[in-house]
C-alpha cells in the first residue's frame, strides 16, 4: 500500500465521524427552525454557507497535528489581542456593543475566535507548567503558575468588557476553571476559590446597582422576581420563551407551526431564543433529543481527552469541553427562565456565522487529539 493510500485509509479509521454526523446534526436543525422563525428573511441561507466554512475549518484542523498549531499558539493568542484592541477603535456598534468587524457586508465576531486562541495558549502554558512539576515532584500548580493562567484568560475578558459585552467575557471563565483542575490546583486552593466567588458576588449583588445597568438589574429581577416585573418590559423576552416552551407539550406543535415566532411574539427568535422555536415545534420530545445531541459531543470530547497521550492535549479538550458546556447550559437556563438574559448564543444551532465557525473550529481541535494520537 503506497503512502497516499495509506493516509487515506488512515482518515476513514482515525477521524471522529461520530462527532461530525452529531455536529451536524444539530447545525441541521437550527437551520430548519431559523427558516421556521424567520421565514420572510434569507438567515438560513446564510446560516449554510456558515456550516459550510465551518465545516472546512473543523476538517483542516482535525488533519493538522493540534501540537503544531500549539507551538504557534503565542501568534494566535498574540493576533487575537490585537483584533479585539482594533474593535474597540474601528469596530461596528450593534445593540450598544462595539464587538464586530464589518467586511464587505459580513459581519466577524472576533471575540469567538479570541476563545479558541486563549485556550490553546493556555493549554500550552499549563502543559508546560506541569513539565516543571515533574522536576519539582510536585503534583500541584504554584501560586505564581495559577497566577500567569489567570491572567492569559482575565486580558481578553478585560477587552471584551470594554466593547461592552459581559456576557462572551464571562464564557471565559469555565475554560480557566477546567484547564486548570485538570493541570492541578491544590483542593485547598479550589475552596479558597469558591468562597471568594460567592463572597464577590454577595458583595457585586449588594452594590449592584453602582456595577451594573439599570437593563442588567431589571433582566436578573425578572428571574427573581417574575411576578413583580412589567410583562411588557425587561420581562417580556423571559415570559414569551416561556410560553414557547411551555406550549410545545410533549411532541411539540409541528415545524413551522409555532406561534410565539412565526407570529413575532418572541424576540430574536433566530439567535438567543432558538432553543424556544425548537422546544414549542419540537415539544419535549424534541428537546431530549437535542440535549441528547449536545450531551453525546461532550462525553465523546472528555473519552478524548482521557486517550490523549499528553498533557496539552487533555487540557485543551479539557478547556473547549467546558467553554462549548457553559454556553449550552446558559443558553437554556436563559430560554426555561432559570437564568438572566445575556446574549450567550447555543452552539451549531444559534444564528451567526463567528460562532458557528468558532464551535466547529473547536470541535476540529477536539478531534486533532484524537486522529493524532498515536503520532509522535
Not at 492569559?152 to 464564557?171: F, H, K, N, R, S
Not at 468562597?195 to 436578573?220: C, D, E, N, S, T
Not at 407570529?263 to 422546544?279: G, N, Q, R
Amino acid at each position: 500500500m503506497n503512502r497516499r493510500a495509506q493516509r487515506r485509509s488512515r482518515i476513514w479509521m482515525d477521524f471522529d465521524w461520530w462527532l461530525l454526523l452529531a455536529a451536524l446534526a444539530l447545525a441541521g436543525l437550527g437551520v430548519v427552525e431559523i427558516h421556521s422563525a424567520q421565514p420572510d428573511r434569507d438567515f438560513w441561507m446564510r446560516q449554510l454557507a456558515w456550516i459550510g466554512l465551518g465545516l472546512v475549518g473543523m476538517i483542516g484542523l482535525t488533519l493538522i497535528d493540534y501540537r503544531r498549531l500549539a507551538e504557534m499558539a503565542w501568534v494566535w493568542y498574540a493576533g487575537a489581542i490585537g483584533l479585539l484592541v482594533l474593535v474597540l477603535m474601528v469596530g461596528v456598534e450593534v445593540n450598544g456593543a462595539r464587538a464586530w468587524f464589518r467586511i464587505g457586508g459580513v459581519s466577524i465576531q472576533p471575540s469567538e475566535f479570541a476563545k479558541l486562541a486563549s485556550v490553546l495558549a493556555l493549554a500550552l502554558y499549563l502543559a508546560k507548567a506541569q513539565e516543571e512539576k515533574k522536576a519539582r515532584v510536585d503534583p500541584y500548580l504554584t501560586m505564581g503558575q495559577l497566577t500567569r493562567a489567570a491572567a492569559l484568560t482575565l486580558l481578553p475578558m478585560i477587552l471584551i468588557v470594554m466593547e461592552p459585552d459581559q456576557g462572551t467575557a464571562i464564557t471565559y471563565l469555565p475554560a480557566l476553571a477546567g484547564a486548570v483542575f485538570v493541570a492541578g490546583i491544590r483542593p485547598r486552593w479550589v475552596i479558597t476559590g469558591i468562597l471568594l466567588v460567592v463572597l464577590v458576588m454577595a458583595a457585586g449583588w449588594q452594590g449592584r446597582r453602582y456595577f451594573l445597568k439599570p437593563y442588567q438589574l431589571q433582566r436578573i429581577e425578572a428571574i427573581l422576581h417574575p411576578e413583580s416585573v412589567d410583562p411588557w418590559g425587561f420581562g417580556y423576552h423571559t415570559m414569551q420563551s416561556n410560553i414557547a416552551v411551555g406550549s410545545g407539550g410533549l411532541w411539540g406543535k409541528g415545524i413551522a407551526r409555532g406561534t410565539q415566532s412565526r407570529l413575532k411574539f418572541l424576540p430574536y427568535p433566530h439567535t438567543d431564543f432558538i432553543a424556544s422555536v425548537v422546544a414549542e415545534e419540537t415539544g419535549f420530545v424534541g428537546m431530549v433529543i437535542v440535549l441528547g445531541l449536545y450531551l453525546f459531543i461532550l462525553m465523546r470530547a472528555i473519552d478524548h481527552a482521557r486517550r490523549s497521550r499528553d498533557q496539552l492535549g487533555a487540557i485543551l479538550i479539557t478547556g473547549l469541553v467546558c467553554l462549548l458546556g457553559f454556553h449550552i447550559i446558559v443558553n437554556i437556563g436563559m430560554v426555561v427562565g432559570l437564568l438572566p438574559i445575556m446574549g450567550i448564543p447555543l452552539p451549531l444551532m444559534s444564528y451567526g456565522g463567528s460562532s458557528m465557525m468558532a464551535t466547529f473550529m473547536a470541535l476540529g481541535l477536539i478531534a486533532s487529539v484524537r486522529f493524532h494520537r498515536y503520532v509522535n
